[in-house]
């Protein structure tokens, strides 16, 4: 067994025309990699969305999934870390 990130997705709520598959760089809580540092907040979610759509994903447009992989190591663009 090795290690797999740990991942979610997102679409909207009345149904999904586009999801976006999230892969985030620490490791699943299933692991035996897991050094309980990765943690999914709403914070991460919106910061994946905003990245998303920044990229060109449509939510509400019929299509493959898009893939976003995000850094929970490194602090958003254009914000500070304590922000």
Known sequence: ????PLSFAVELEAGGCQTLQVSVDVSRPDSVFN???G?????VVERAIRQALQQGWQPTING?????????????????PTQ
Request: net charge negative; hydrophobic share 30%; no cysteine.
């Open 1 to 4: 067994m090795g290690w797999s």
């Open 35 to 37: 050094d309980g540092t």
């Open 39 to 43: 943690v999914i907040t709403p914070a």
């Open 64 to 80: 493959s999934p898009k893939l976003l992989e995000v850094s929970l190591s490194s602090p958003e663009p254009n914000r500070s």
